[in-house]
């Protein structure tokens, strides 16, 4: 199946580290889809990680499963030294409140009844932080942080305000805890191009400014390039490759992801003048998995070994970080998806 | 100088709401030739979808009111046409696909009597005869074993699977002209690259003139050959696809390239932003609608409409502080 292994983990200096998750969900006629199977991956402190991936590969599940929301099946998660999944009780509240998150539609995440200061409170008033006075003062200083007055909209409730600003109240109100992870599933696709940059621009200053590590997953390679220090490329449930974003860009060595880039429209005009080599078929049905490399059927490189054994992810000669889980992957020099 | 396909003469459509008048789309005009291509962009609440039903005839509430303007569609006013003869026009000669493939098709009725049904309905195919030429479409855009799938509900298949035969039913009656609105929006990056390919295929054999609506400028730019800009219920700048990527004249157009994560764009590079959000459109803004937002307004920007100028033979925009050319 596309990737599995642990080469590619670091061995220090990781603020999480996920090992070999499994996540299974139960499908009709006692069939089972496993969303999650055997992902492995680490977060540096500091570093901003992207994961992209299209429906069905499992990145939003790979989100929930390092939160233990819920606790993946099988596998390990270490985050800043602790057990995540032995964890129970006051001790899992505790680690959670040092990861954060930001989902992808900002007005059904942000309870319709409640006022914008209440809401950027609540996780102040769980965690049982500060007076009403003290909670009141981070809660507007943050707001502040995130470009919002508190003051003038804190009254408001989240119908009342635009898709950037509610899509800022839920950023503060992940930073009220000041978490040292933030997690953030899609958190632009919802906005339209200009506001897009604006959040993009306060997620890389708030990362700055609070000194967090990010885990940011998307669809659109675009904003995961522009954010990444790093990018996992997910398929049906697999990592795929993992290396530096300018690494993976300039020359991906999955046959997937340079499928995927391929794909990607791009605002160089070139109707008619280049034909890229389409990507063939669709996503296979995640209850009926391919055998061996998930990504074999589509794949222009496949061969018999692709159907009969699973690639193991392993790194690259020559460049530092970047590993790929194929038994054919591209060389340097080819960056598009017609890759032998 | 040949008469266009589609001339849109200061339409407008205007919604009646209980507060006020929303302005959707407030004197919008563009030709399109047979067998080009023009893509519509704008950020949500821009009109492009308005304006796409306003063509058509198939307007999204009861409040919507026709205010003015005229639709000259191979040379007669669709906008003076009765309901019945408008039923004759959209279907045979004007197609349109929408966003999400699986709302547009009926659940209940199999993918291949949904073509039948319409090949009936506008040709005097025989029912055997629709149904071979059912198949046949079917096999044009791509669908696998398109015998067999032709017997299938649109909730086996996939979502790209679904927009291809929405794109075969639209295909159907060898339209003049196909609307797509967001065709691409809800689907996964490899499969939206395969249908803008079947889209461009299809067009070129067709010879078909195709209005792509969408947001993404990276659509726009591997699929048309001109462009409109959307701001708030107006074309503020049109022009050929070139142009508008490497040309962009008016400050709007400028900030919105500027402001797009690009997969050629360094990571980490810092992204101009358009501040503040677009105006509301039961008051807008008296002058240019975009001035509120835009960093090289003058004072006449807010009391006065910029009109449309002409920067080489087909581009036009409306501002009165336009980028330099290069």
Redesign the interface.
């Known amino acids: 199946m596309a990737g599995s292994g642990t080469a590619h983990l670091q061995r220090d200096g990781a603020l999480l580290s996920a090992q070999n998750l499994v996540r299974t969900y139960k499908a009709k006629g006692g069939r089972r889809v496993q969303a999650l199977s055997d992902v492995s991956l680490d977060i540096v402190g500091g570093e901003t990680l992207g994961v992209v991936g ?2 069905g590969s499992g990145k939003s599940t790979l989100a929930r499963a390092i939160m233990a929301l819920p606790a993946p099946d099988s596998g390990a998660v270490a985050f800043d030294g602790a057990d995540m999944l032995a964890a129970r009780g006051a001790a899992l509240r505790s680690l959670r409140h040092r990861m954060q998150m930001v989902f992808q539609d900002p007005l059904s995440s942000l309870n319709p009844a409640h006022r914008i200061l209440d809401i950027v409170a609540m996780p102040l008033l769980v965690a049982g932080r500060g007076t009403a006075a003290e909670r009141r003062q981070i809660v507007l200083e943050t707001l502040g942080r995130v470009g919002l007055d508190g003051e003038q909209i804190g009254h408001r409730r989240p119908y009342e305000l ?1 898709g ?1 600003q509610c899509q800022r109240v839920s950023i503060a109100r992940a930073l009220v805890l000041r978490p040292r992870l933030l997690v953030c599933d899609e958190p632009v696709s919802a906005l ?7 959040v ?2 306060l997620l ?1 200053d708030t990362k700055a400014a609070f000194a967090l590590t990010m885990l940011f997953i998307s ?5 995961v ?5 790093r990018v996992a490329v997910m398929y049906l449930g697999k990592l795929c490759e993992i290396a530096p ?2 690494s993976l ?1 300039a020359a991906p060595r999955h046959p997937y992801t340079a ?14 003048t280049q ?2 080599q ?2 063939r078929g ?2 296979p049905s995640p209850l009926d998995v391919p055998s061996g490399c998930r990504f074999r059927t589509r794949c222009p490189a496949a061969t018999d070994r692709c159907a009969r054994e699973e690639p193991q992810i392993r790194a690259i000669e020559g460049t530092p970080g970047h590993f790929v889980a194929c038994h054919h992957p591209g060389s340097a020099d080819v960056s598009s998806a017609s890759a032998r | 100088m040949t008469t266009p396909l589609l001339e849109v003469d200061d339409l407008q459509t205007h919604f009646h709401l209980p507060h006020g008048t929303l302005r959707a789309v407030d004197g919008v005009s563009f030709t399109l030739d047979a067998g080009r291509t023009l893509g519509i962009v704008g950020e949500s609440g821009s009109g492009k979808s308005v304006l796409a039903r306003s063509i058509i005839g198939l307007l999204p509430m009861a409040q919507a009111r026709r205010a003015g303007g005229r639709v000259l569609f191979a040379g007669r006013d669709l906008r003076q046409l009765s309901e019945s003869q408008m039923r004759q026009v959209r279907g045979r000669q004007i197609a349109m696909i929408f966003q999400d493939p699986l709302t547009s098709l009926n659940p209940v009725m199999t993918v291949g009597r949904q073509i039948v049904q319409v090949l009936r309905q506008h040709t005097d195919l025989s029912t055997a005869a629709a149904k071979t030429r059912a198949v046949e479409l079917l096999n044009e855009v791509g669908i696998p074993d398109p015998k067999q799938r032709a017997g299938e509900y649109a909730h086996r298949m996939s979502g790209g699977m679904r927009q291809r035969i929405v794109i075969a039913i639209a295909l159907a009656c060898n339209p003049r002209l196909l609307i797509a609105d967001e065709p691409t929006t809800a689907l996964d990056v490899t499969v939206q690259a395969q249908i803008l390919d079947l889209l461009r295929r299809l067009q070129d054999r067709h010879a078909m003139a195709l209005i792509l609506i969408t947001h993404n400028l990276g659509v726009v730019a591997e699929m048309c050959d001109d462009v409109a800009v959307m701001y708030a219920g107006r074309i503020v700048e049109q022009a050929p696809v070139g142009d508008i990527l490497e040309r962009p004249r008016m400050r709007y157009t400028h900030a919105l390239l500027q402001s797009v994560p690009d997969i050629d764009t360094p990571s980490h590079a810092r992204l101009p932003v358009i501040p503040g959000q677009p105006p509301n459109l039961i008051a807008p803004p008296v002058g240019c609608r975009f001035a509120p937002r835009c960093g090289f307004r003058q004072d006449r920007c807010e009391g006065e409409v910029p009109p449309q100028r002409e920067a080489g033979a087909h581009h036009r925009f409306a501002c009165f502080n336009p980028a330099p050319e290069h």
Do not use: C, F, W
């Open positions: 299209e429906s635009s950037g339209d191009v200009s506001v897009q940059a604006q993009l621009n890389e669809h659109d390679l675009g904003v390039k522009s954010i990444s220090d974003t300018d860009y499928t995927l880039l391929a794909s990607v429209p791009s605002l160089k005009p070139r109707r008619r034909q890229p389409m990507p669709e996503t």
